[in-house]
């Protein structure tokens, strides 16, 4: 979950950071973490955001600097912006959202999760998907620790039945890779996307909410 922004500016602060550097982003390579931060920085007021395509697994590929010990980065100061109403959903938006269908929700998890086929990773948490969601698995967005070309993640939303000029709320298992599915739709100029960040850690935890399996 997106911790309180005061605190995580602060945090930010400490590891050297501020909010005109411009931040470069990498995870292992696979693409699994890294827009999950790209979100949370930009949520912030970060102003310049990039990700390092291929992340260390990539860097270390080309035979790439790598540097080994204790960082001891000079404290900044990080100017938190108040993030945009509507960034972060609640479970009451999602749920009220699943029965009109005003706002698409797109589900990153792996196929088999959303479909019920499998348990859950965590534990006490039921089977299937929220009522009229859309199942994009996060990782048919990437390839070789970078998103695909625009013109295929345009196509693998298309037939997976999303319109990205509508707006758009993104979901997963814990909110980690629905922030994949978001850096798709910001590389592909979608006009409104937003994140369900309980997602279905919350979500399935519950009783008192609808869930659907196939």
């Not at 965590?122 to 969601?133: A, E, F, K, V």
């Amino acid at each position: 979950m997106m911790p309180d922004i005061d605190a995580f500016a602060d945090a930010l602060g400490k590891l050297g950071l501020n909010e005109q550097q411009h931040l470069v982003i990498y995870d292992e390579g696979n693409l699994f973490s890294a827009p999950r931060a790209w979100w949370m920085l930009r949520l912030t007021g970060a102003s310049r955001i990039s990700i390092l395509s291929g992340g260390l697994a990539g860097w270390k590929q080309q035979g790439l600097p790598l540097e080994q010990g204790d960082v001891s980065p000079t404290a900044q100061v990080f100017h938190a912006q108040t993030p945009a109403a509507g960034a972060i959903r609640s479970l009451d938006d999602v749920l009220a959202l699943c029965r009109t269908g005003d706002e698409q929700i797109v589900d990153a998890r792996p196929a088999p999760r959303f479909l019920g086929e499998v348990d859950e990773p965590r534990p006490g948490l039921r089977r299937g998907h929220i009522p009229g969601s859309f199942n994009v698995p996060w990782s048919v967005l990437v390839e070789g620790g970078a998103l695909k070309p625009a013109d295929e993640l345009a196509a693998i939303f298309h037939q997976a039945g999303v319109d990205i000029q509508r707006p758009i709320v993104a979901s997963c298992g814990s909110g980690v890779t629905a922030s994949v599915v978001m850096l798709a739709l910001f590389v592909l100029n979608a006009p409104q996307v937003s994140l369900y960040d309980g997602s279905w850690s919350e979500w399935g935890a519950r009783d008192d909410v609808p869930v659907v399996t196939g």
